[in-house]
């Protein structure tokens, strides 16, 4: 059997290109004592990963990522054969992993596969940790989310709206995400930020202003909120994916007073610093998604020799929804 491993070649400049990845061919990995070997079947591609190859990502090495697979070969007694893992061993066909890398799937009756890396995965639990504890969220207070129609944006819009927010506003970059979040995901505003100043933008479709802002993006989207929050307004920053690509963008221009005349709090954080929370979230999350009132909002592409095109993909806002690679398509 051969494996595949996506190696990165060079740093990009701006957006990466195809010829900054490598596929490389190698035989299945057999584990050592200790682990065991997975066979992956889903892989997350994120946001991250962008800023990641500026310089964390090791040249000419496997590149790392979420995943989800199936153990297929085992050393390690806490790991047998046949049990569903998620790790962060990625962006490969087979991992070799150690218990700590690990983290057994519950399986829930009813909850897809898939799931595991949107809804109930880093994804979920960075709108879940940012709604429930940086942004302390109280019962009808009006969110604001950027890249809306993102996987964190859906899930942030979808989990707000289960947790008993008031109005729910959110942006995207085309008229048909617009639509998407409006009439599938439950935001009760939305406009698209390309249209126009984001301020003017914002300030149509929440008139009377915000309490929270949920911000993945920066940029013209902070400075905006920033005006538009009401007295003891909070920011929570998760991303700038608006200057990952473009290093030389101006920086975010807003009235510093505001920061004190209305008691605001900016507070960003990493979901790794969460983990403690996953059992949490899936205490949270399974019952609205066995009921119904939850929805994963996924982009799905099938093959791992896509897993470059996806990411691409994603940099250029061409998903709805968390995006996915999934193995053969046959995962459920």
Known sequence: ??????????????????????????????????????????????????????GDFELNAPLEGRALGRIVASREPSLP??????????????????PAETRRLPLHDGVPLSAYLSVLGGTGLTAYVGLTRIARLREG??????????????ATGRFARLLGAGRVIGSAGSPSKVRHLTEQVGYDAAFDYRSGPVADLLRTAAPDGID????????????????????????VRIGTV?????????????????????????????????????????????????SGALVPDETVVDG?????????????????????????????
């Open 304 to 332: 791992f020799e896509r897993i470059v095109a996806a990411f691409l993909l994603m940099l250029r806002g061409g998903n709805t929804g968390k995006i996915l690679v999934r193995a053969g398509g046959r995962c459920g």
């Open 81 to 98: 054969e046949g049990q569903l893992v998620f790790h962060r061993k990625g962006w490969r066909t087979h991992s070799v992993v150690t």
């Open 141 to 154: 207070d009006d969110v604001f989310v950027s890249a809306a129609a993102g996987g964190v944006g859906t």
């Open 212 to 235: 929270v802002f949920v911000d993945n993006v920066g940029g013209e989207h902070l400075g905006a909120a920033i005006g538009a929050l009401r007295e003891r307004g909070r920011v």
């Open 242 to 290: 608006g200057q990952y690509n473009t290093p030389d963008t101006p920086p975010v221009v807003f009235d510093h007073a505001d920061v004190v005349e209305k008691s605001l709090r900016i507070e960003g954080f990493l979901v790794r610093d969460y983990t403690a929370l996953q059992e949490e979230l899936y205490a949270f999350a399974v019952p609205h998604l066995l």
């Open 1 to 54: 059997m051969t494996a595949l491993t996506v190696h990165q070649t060079a740093r990009p400049t701006g957006f990466p290109a195809p010829d900054h990845f490598r596929f490389v061919e190698s035989r299945v990995p057999e584990p050592s004592p200790g682990t065991a070997l997975v066979e992956n079947l889903y892989w997350s591609v994120d946001p991250y990963h962008r800023e990641m190859m500026d």
